[in-house]
């Protein structure tokens, strides 16, 4: 063999062939293995054919073709085939080799493999790749973390095949130490699902109190995306709306109204949980598809379960604005839940993040690119200790003027019986985040009450707790104060 490779790809599935054929495009010789050694025969002889890519049919032998330090991306299904993987290769890499795994891998698993891989001398990359088969092929968002040592040896390649923005920036940069980057990328799928709910919801509303078609929606959608809306997915949206059956009926109205998902967004929502963020509209989304999985159960719910009947009375075009501005003001706050994670997720695990550039990494190739999210790098440029998006000065006005479209949304769709829990959640949060006194005091009493879980008083400082004997008959002793 006259050279060796710059980097070897494990697993030559859609997003693991195109990434393959990004990078040969970018001036990089690539080594490739798959599972099914057909499979690397089939692409040396198709779609790589007279191109820098080198077949190998063991993973021993795309080891030896590799340049040093070796750098191995594993392109796998998330979980157990991950972590035979990387017994495999750990004996057949030196010191200072790097294994990469650009899947949909939870973070936990990350912090796992890279203190394991770092003990044995080798390096470790755990990396979000956002973009789908286009972003692999084109340019994806890349967002990667584990053994920050081992970003000099593959930035050159993640930043060479990345998307670009703003005069030529890639869409990748170091995020952080351990599962930094792949918790960054369960965030972006996270919002991934509140922004697809989002528009599902405002699609929802139109279809069935406005009575639009598929072909209305489409012009309307079109103009949304030249606007503040601007994004890949209004895009898509308004070209799907666009796309008719073979009979030259939307095909759209066709598609059975059940959705699936792979987990990403439940794992943001868990995390969420488990560090007391209130991340209210993603996890909405995410229980949106469980309940549209219940086809038949509704179906048979729709013939005894009755409620108000859609009945719209008013200006139409007025109401359009008012669910452009529901569905702007709803995007805002997903945004703002994301990044309240991802600060909290900082502190927890020590990573220190560049919010502004993970802002930047999602402007171009990932799913949820928008216009949008420049004023969110710009938000983390000028206070990069802000607490929450909704305080900075531009989103504290985008929302003020979308606030009454945002609440005349919501009443409608509860007046008439249309549920967008996305967007009326997106709203709660807001009213709650905003309100200086809320009803935990008496949440806060009735916990005192039956378990004796005591209570702070406005009339005495932070931190001293008390209990009060509500019966006669409880006594004096409390229960410990604790907050999970």
């Known amino acids: 063999m006259s050279k060796l490779s710059d980097i070897g790809l494990i697993g030559l599935a859609v997003m693991g062939e195109n990434l393959v054929l990004n990078m040969e495009s970018r001036g990089f010789t690539v080594s490739v293995f798959n599972r099914s050694t057909q499979k690397v025969d089939d692409f040396i002889s198709g779609r790589a054919k007279g191109k820098k890519i080198v077949g190998t049919h063991s993973i021993e032998e795309l080891v030896r073709s590799l340049q040093c330090p070796r750098k191995v991306m594993l392109m796998i299904k998330a979980g157990n085939a991950v972590d035979e993987m990387i017994d495999i290769l750990i004996p057949l890499l030196s010191p200072g080799d790097i294994i990469i795994d650009g899947g949909n891998t939870h973070f936990p698993d990350t912090n796992r493999r890279t203190a394991l891989v770092e003990s044995k001398g080798l390096l470790y990359i755990g990396t979000g790749v956002s973009g789908g088969e286009e972003g692999a092929l084109l340019g994806p968002s890349i967002m990667p973390g584990g053994s920050k040592k081992a970003w000099e040896f593959v930035k050159p390649i993640f930043q060479a095949i990345a998307a670009k923005v703003d005069n030529g920036t890639p869409c990748c940069d170091w995020v952080g130490e351990n599962g930094a980057g792949h918790f960054v990328k369960m965030v972006h799928n996270g919002i991934e699902y509140g922004d697809m709910q989002l528009i599902t919801e405002a699609y929802q509303m139109m279809r069935d109190l406005l009575h639009l078609n598929a072909d209305d929606m489409h012009l309307i959608f079109k103009k949304w995306n030249e606007g503040v809306l601007d994004s890949y997915l209004i895009e898509i949206t308004r070209d799907i709306l666009a796309f008719k059956d073979t009979d030259g009926k939307p095909l759209v109205d066709k ?43 509704r179906v048979a719910a729709s013939k005894i379960l009755h409620g108000a009947t859609p009945d719209f009375i008013g200006d139409k075009a007025k109401f359009i604005e008012d669910i452009k501005q529901a569905l702007y003001a709803s995007k805002i706050i997903s945004y703002a839940q994301g990044y309240s994670l991802m600060k909290a997720a900082a502190t927890e695990y020590k990573w220190n993040l560049n919010y502004g550039g993970i802002a930047l990494m999602w402007r171009g190739g990932c799913i949820i690119r928008s216009a949008f999210l420049i004023k969110i790098k710009e938000a983390f440029d000028n206070n990069p200790a802000i607490t929450n998006l909704l305080l900075y000065p531009f989103f504290k006005d985008e929302i003020e003027k979308a606030q009454n479209g945002w609440r005349n949304v919501v009443s409608a769709a509860a007046i008439n019986g249309i549920s967008i829990p996305a967007i009326s959640s997106a709203l709660g949060y807001y009213d709650g985040y905003r309100c200086e006194k809320l009803p935990a005091n008496l949440l806060q009493a009735q916990r005192d ?34 907050n999970l």
């Open 449 to 482: 009450y039956f378990g004796a879980h005591t209570y702070e008083r406005i009339d005495k400082p932070r931190g001293e707790f008390f209990h009060t004997n509500w019966t006669g008959r409880g006594g004096k002793t409390a229960s410990t104060s604790y």
């Open 255 to 297: 598609i059975l109204d059940t959705a699936g998902q792979k987990g990403t967004g439940k794992w943001t929502v868990v995390s969420s949980l488990d560090m007391g963020i209130p991340l209210t509209l993603i996890g909405e989304a995410v229980f949106s598809r469980c309940l549209s999985a219940l086809k038949e159960e």
